[in-house]
């Protein structure tokens, strides 16, 4: 696949999950639980896990997702790296999260469920645009 589709795929997939992060954010700090299909959104957003060092993991996301966003308009040689390692980190992160969902807390969140298999999608592609060598393929043109 070509440089620019994955650079695209990316900044998409990290746009959507920081629309969910930013979401998230929102029902946070406004003290109301988000719209859910299960009934395990509220319990999961005022759960212990909910905040790291006192700053809502949603907002954790949300900072994310648009660091990831920003290093896909950026055209410098370390920006492939910031976003993948950035991708990789948030991948265990929410793996982390979805154990605590599954085996601590015993509820499911649609929104935090949903930005995990975002995270799922992202990561291996942010791999393959980190392993890309350049808007140019060497086979030729396409």
Known sequence: MRERYLRFAVALLALIGAGIGGYLTYTHFRGTPPVCFTSGCGVVQNSRWSELFGIP???LGLLAYLSIVATTLVRHPLSKQVGATIALTALGFNAYLLYVQAHLIGRYCTWCVSNEIVSAVLAPIAIAWLLT??????RGPA
């Open 57 to 59: 993991v949603a907002l």
């Open 133 to 138: 060598s350049g808007d140019r393929d060497k």
